[in-house]
């Protein structure tokens, strides 16, 4: 991994993990776990960039037809965002075990 994954968008992987969620729901999740506002113009363009870079993926809704909407779109995990995120949990144990450094 070249650099750590923002907050938003290690929250967005984190909150996908528990499986399938529309946009709301994920813009939901994913800002009470980084205790950051993600704005919807913010939120659908990671969401753009992270199924560009196979890291998300369209899903089929968990709900039963009746009780969803159908202008909802479901996003889940890939295999490769998985990897990535676990890559990110690593490295930020890594750094979590380091030294402090003093200015």
Known sequence: MNAPLSHKIAAILV?????PLHGY?????????????I???TLYRYIDELEMEDL????QSPLPRELDDERRKYFKISKKGRALLNEHIDYLRRFDRSPALVV
């Open 25 to 37: 729901a994920i813009r939901k999740q994913a800002e009470e776990l980084s205790r950051k506002r």
């Open 56 to 59: 998300i993926e369209k899903a």
């Open 15 to 19: 909150v996908l993990e528990d499986g």
């Open 39 to 41: 704005p919807y113009g």
